[in-house]
């Protein structure tokens, strides 16, 4: 596939660049939106201020809820679906730049952090068009000090590059609610549950029954986030969990938190 470099100077938004290596854009994406797998040749950090996205990169899908930014190196393919209406800041900064700074040997590949207050306060004021050269510059670097602190979050989704067990996980996501047995996938992709249970360990690093569990909890995660008038049980009723409890307990293995810490929802 023939994947578009993007520009920043083709990019629609609110930009201003610090003049050494470092561009801020920000934009307001209405839901529905789909930017198609595009890339730059500067590294990027991408928050949604508010509202809900989903990256999607050769390696997974990153649910990327408000409390959650996503790192996408230079040069790397990737697509934003909008969930929910966001505004969006992205940081893009010069490969020279991040050289210069000694900040580009941990961020040579994606990940989505969990935002912290002070991340996300850093963020903003970048954005305040009341800010001096000297300030942006010590935010700047604010910014990517949080980002060697913060967690890696479990929002993702590794997504398998062989064709069977690429075709099993997309009709697992498709319908994540759905209680899918391995046998049964497995003789609609055609081959064995033996060999489709070892292809998902080589090439997601989880277990069938893990990968399902994280694709229902991403699935809770972004009904969540993108309506605010569903409550937590309505959510656990409508991914077959038997009770909230059992909802519960799925949803803590896998971000380490309850559905209600996560999203701050009663």
């Keep these: 596939m023939n994947i578009v470099e993007k520009p920043i100077a083709a990019i629609q938004g609110r930009r201003t660049s610090t003049g050494d290596g470092v561009h801020l854009v920000a934009n307001h994406y209405k839901k529905g939106v789909r930017l198609d797998t595009h890339m730059h040749r500067e590294a990027q950090l991408v928050y949604a201020a508010k509202g809900t996205m989903q990256v999607t990169t050769p390696r997974g899908r990153w649910l990327v809820p408000p409390d959650r930014a996503v790192w996408v190196p230079a040069r790397l393919g990737h697509a934003i679906d909008v969930l929910a209406d966001i505004d969006m800041r992205t940081l893009y900064f010069d490969l020279k730049w991040l050289g210069r700074e000694k900040f580009n ?9 969990r935002v912290s207050g002070l991340l996300h306060e850093s963020i903003l004021a970048l954005f305040d068009e009341r800010a001096n050269a000297e ?3 010590l935010l700047i670097r604010l910014v990517l000090l949080e980002l060697h602190r913060a967690e890696d979050s479990t929002t993702f989704i590794p997504l398998p590059q062989e064709p069977r067990c690429r075709q099993a996980a997309e009709i697992v996501l498709r319908d994540p609610s759905a209680l899918h047995e391995i046998e049964t996938l497995a003789r609609k992709v055609g081959t064995s549950a033996r060999t489709l249970s070892r292809l998902f360990s080589a090439e997601t690093e989880l277990s069938f029954k893990s990968w399902c569990q994280r694709a229902r909890i991403a699935a ?9 008038n569903v409550s937590i049980k309505q959510v656990a ?3 077959g969990y038997a009770s909230l409890p059992a909802f519960s307990h799925a949803f803590r293995q896998v971000t380490g938190r309850t559905p209600s810490e996560f999203t701050q929802k009663t």
Excluded: P, Q
């Design 105 to 113: 040997s941990s961020l040579d590949s994606e990940f989505v952090v």
């Design 135 to 137: 300030r942006t510059v």
């Design 220 to 228: 809770a995660i972004e009904r969540l986030s993108t309506d605010t």
């Design 237 to 239: 009723g409508e991914l």
